[in-house]
T-cell receptor, first 113, second 117 residues
Framework: QKEVEQNSGPLSVPEGAIASLNCTYS??????FFWYRQYSGKSPELIMS????GDKEDGRFTAQLNKASQYVSLLIRDSQPSDSATYLCAVNPVGGGYQKVTFGTGTKLQVIP | GAVVSQHPSRVICKSGTSVKIECRSL??????MFWYRQFPKQSLMLMATSNEGSKATYEQGVEKDKFLINHASLTLSTLTVTSAHPEDSSFYIC?????????????FGEGSRLTVL
């Protein structure tokens, strides 16, 4: 079982719709969770961090965390063509600190104008 | 967010030469930096974890004598690709973690695209 799993996609949504990106993780003790956006040919960019169960909203983005189900998701409201990118889910292990963050393989999102 | 600067952004070199890539945390101190490699349309692959003042920890399958990592200060880590060959052509990305706290987020440099002729 992979430590962090994401559907590779592509996930296609029409402009203006809500895009829902999902991620599951295997380490029950994981402490914090991140979503990164990576445009083709560019490096990843942090867009959301979350560590408590529930929802965290930032503009059009909402991160949702359910530690009991070991599930984290990212909702993008009013999707725009500029949101088309690969979204990486990342998990900070138990203890955090100097340990490496584990990344999923990413979900490619396509927003259709 | 925190800023990580990576240089050079692009480099073209001849086979057999060595190339150095620098990664700097500009507005925070980073005890730990990470180096990744990414081939076209593939996932990030962690190459090594760089700890300030100590030897880097390499992932399985990554040749430590070929990919030399030095983390001499809390704001600078370097990756040297020694005796580069065409198969080393890739997108190399560094990331850094702020030791001051937060949730342990990683901040990425802009990446360095290496082409070995």
């Amino acid at each position: 079982q992979k430590e962090v799993e994401q559907n590779s996609g592509p996930l296609s949504v029409p402009e203006g719709a809500i895009a829902s990106l999902n991620c599951t993780y295997s380490d029950r003790g994981s402490q914090s969770f991140f979503w990164y956006r990576q445009y083709s040919g560019k490096s990843p960019e942090l867009i959301m961090s979350i560590y408590s169960n529930g929802d965290k909203e930032d503009g059009r983005f909402t991160a949702q965390l359910n530690k009991a189900s070991q599930y984290v998701s990212l909702l993008i409201r009013d999707s725009q063509p500029s949101d088309s990118a690969t979204y990486l889910c990342a998990v900070n292990p138990v203890g955090g600190g100097y340990q490496k963050v584990t990344f999923g393989t990413g979900t490619k999102l396509q927003v259709i104008p | 967010g925190a800023v990580v600067s990576q240089h050079p952004s692009r480099v073209i070199c001849k086979s057999g030469t060595s190339v150095k890539i620098e990664c700097r945390s500009l507005d925070f101190q980073a005890t730990t930096m990470f180096w990744y490699r990414q081939f076209p349309k593939q996932s990030l692959m962690l190459m090594a974890t760089s700890n300030e003042g100590s030897k880097a920890t390499y992932e399985q399958g990554v040749e430590k004598d070929k990919f030399l990592i030095n983390h001499a200060s809390l704001t600078l880590s370097t990756l040297t690709v020694t005796s580069a060959h065409p198969e080393d052509s890739s997108f190399y990305i560094c990331s850094a973690r702020d030791i001051a706290g937060g949730l342990g987020e990683l901040f990425f440099g802009e990446g360095s695209r290496l082409t070995v002729l």
